[in-house]
């Protein structure tokens, strides 16, 4: 039964929305307080599902309308079919509305010559479909200035209204936007970063900040092309995709648009490097902030990663260069398409900028290239990418480094787990912010690692492949994909990822078998559930090198016969089930993305 605390999150969240879908962080906050006042479960649970749709972007898109309208209306125990009260429709009336432009590709200009505080910008934005009568792109109103919109040569009726443009240009196929750009000295942006200290420049976009660039459709699963022109004023180098100096940066197949970027400033150029695939690696660094020898070492395993990659998947699809650029701040490192940021408070240690650098280069196979359908979708970005890195590693540095970035990634999905348990697959409307754990970066890689020990590896990297190259260029996502691999190797393995994808915690056993000359009774006591059809593989050692392996069902205990004295016990040597066996749960470890 609805009770006071309920009906007071409805009141909030009408209050919070009762003008504009947009809110402030105090409104947040209020919201936030409310939610925690509910005591029931359920009903908590309810209003944490509204709350989590607005919480990180402090508004409501249109999009998420009918997800709120739905957990509002069981909350309060309203018919599904019925109106919710006058206040709260009157909110979700207010939802900002949803981008509709069908963008083909993107002709952006800057000029940063001036120095000023505003920069000038124009973009051409090419069109898929025709202009319906109100085209509208996100824009952050805060950040850009629109001063005139053109269509057909001549100037057409436009509006800014929240973090919407509204464009009157019906059956245009293409727009012309003038503009100013506000630049930000916050190194995570979003949108253009000028950095006080080197004067040079910078931009990040990810996941929704397009807007604070250029008017734009930030949803990943609309692929453009892009031409970017850069004036860029005396002593200051242009780098971005397939070009650096003077000439335009150029993307000719299609990612999302927050993989354009560029990069205006003083370099410290480094030597290219040259992949056997004929992909020039250069890399300009920020300064004397990261030690030569780990750029040497991370440009060099950008170099083997695209061969790698080149050679398993497909080719590298962004032309014959690749550039790494340095920049301040100590996210992590992004994926912008032929021109990644590496921020150089990452990757200060040599092997930690090894992995974020062949990361960030198997974006351009999962992620830039095979994008999301939608932001629930973050893993088929994220998972892959982290699973093809280590990939990389066991090819590169052998089956110990392999092993220790799998034993690293067990500790992170676990902790993520415990901290908040949330399912690999978000819904279509889920906010990205709400995905991004580890779950997505390390049960990724889990998942795919535990279907490649089931398929075998030849079998999984053929279908792997084989899907790679069936959808490049598109949106994709995770029913799509189980569907392909049922196909290629007759393995249906939905009801496998169904089971794994939803864990609440990394299946942990304490061990306590025991060994007895030639006979070992093996007995794991479960500490958390288990997924149904678990088999840990053990391998059983004895005092003369013998070896006897086999699969255990943790659920029954076994006797073992193996006619020779043991030595030990070693489970899953290779690392092919995501569990953990010991006397002590496993301890913590530190994500290097974060």
């Known amino acids: 039964m609805t009770g006071v605390a309920e009906r007071a999150f409805a009141r909030a969240f009408a209050r919070t929305f009762s003008t504009s879908g947009m809110t402030t962080r105090a409104g947040i906050a209020r919201l936030g307080a409310a939610m925690n006042a509910i005591r029931d479960p359920a009903h908590r649970a309810l209003a944490e599902e509204v709350f989590a749709l607005v919480r990180h972007r402090r508004k409501l898109d249109q999009v998420e309308v009918a997800p709120a309208r739905r957990a509002l209306a069981r909350l309060l125990d309203h018919p599904p079919s019925s109106r919710l009260p006058v206040a709260l429709e009157r909110a979700l009336h207010h939802a900002v509305p949803r981008v509709n432009a069908d963008v083909r590709r993107y002709e952006l200009s800057f000029d940063l010559s001036g120095g000023a505080m505003v920069v000038p910008g124009r973009a051409v934005i090419r069109l898929a479909r025709a202009a319906p009568e109100d085209l509208v792109l996100a824009v952050a109103p805060d950040r850009l200035n629109v001063r005139e919109v053109h269509a057909r040569g001549r100037a057409v009726p436009f509006s800014v209204r929240g973090e919407r443009l509204h464009v009157r240009a019906p059956g245009a196929t293409a727009i012309e936007v003038r503009y100013t750009v506000r630049p930000t000295e ?133 032309g014959r260069r690749f550039a790494m650029v340095e920049v301040r701040g100590r996210l992590g490192c992004m994926e912008n398409a032929g021109a990644v940021a590496m921020m150089v408070g990452a990757i200060r240690a040599r092997q930690v900028a090894r992995e974020m650098a062949v990361h960030e280069v198997a974006h351009h196979w999962f992620g830039d290239n095979l994008r999301i359908r939608n932001s629930g979708e973050f893993w088929m970005s994220e998972g892959f990418t982290s699973y093809l890195t280590y990939r990389f590693f066991q090819h590169t540095d052998g089956a110990r480094a392999f092993h220790r970035m799998l034993d690293r990634s067990r500790s992170l999905v676990s902790a993520a787990l415990r901290h908040r348990a949330h399912a690999l697959e978000g819904p279509c409307y889920c906010d990205i912010h709400e995905l991004f754990t580890d779950v997505p970066y390390e049960l990724g890689p889990w998942i795919l690692r535990m279907m490649e020990t089931a398929l075998g590896s030849p079998a999984f990297d053929r279908m792997l492949g084989a899907w790679y190259r069936a959808h490049r260029f598109a949106a994709v996502d995770t029913r799509e994909f189980l569907r392909f691999a049922r196909r290629q190797t007759g393995r249906d393995v939905e009801p496998f990822f169904d089971r794994w994808s939803r864990i609440d915690a990394v299946p942990s056993f304490e061990d306590r078998s025991a060994i007895a000359g030639d006979r070992v009774r093996v007995h794991l006591r479960a500490r958390t559930p288990v997924p149904e059809g678990v088999v840990i593989p053990l391998v059983v050692q004895g005092l003369r090198g013998e070896m006897m392996e086999l699969g255990v069902d943790p659920r029954a205990g076994v006797i073992v016969e193996t006619g020779f004295r043991v030595r030990r016990l070693v489970w899953d040597p290779e690392r092919r089930v995501l569990a953990h066996v010991g006397p002590t749960a496993p301890r913590p470890v530190r994500s290097p993305r974060r």
């Not at 354009?260 to 992949?275: E, K, M």
């Open 186 to 318: 916050n190194p995570n942006g979003p949108g253009l970063i000028a950095d006080p200290r080197t004067g040079s420049y910078s931009t990040f976009t990810w996941p929704y900040g397009t807007g604070a660039l250029f008017p734009s459709n930030p949803a990943p699963e609309d692929g453009v092309t892009a031409r970017v022109t850069v004036e860029a004023g005396r002593g200051r180098h242009v780098v971005g995709a397939g070009a650096a100096g003077r000439r335009p940066i150029r993307i000719d197949r299609r990612v999302p648009a927050y993989a354009i970027a560029f990069y205006a400033g003083r370099f410290a150029r480094r030597r290219p490097v040259a992949s056997r695939s004929g992909v020039t690696v250069t890399l300009y660094g920020h300064g004397k902030s990261v030690r030569d020898d780990v750029r040497r070492a991370y440009q060099r395993a950008a170099a083997e990663a695209i061969d790698f990659f080149s050679d398993w998947l497909g080719p590298y699809a962004y």
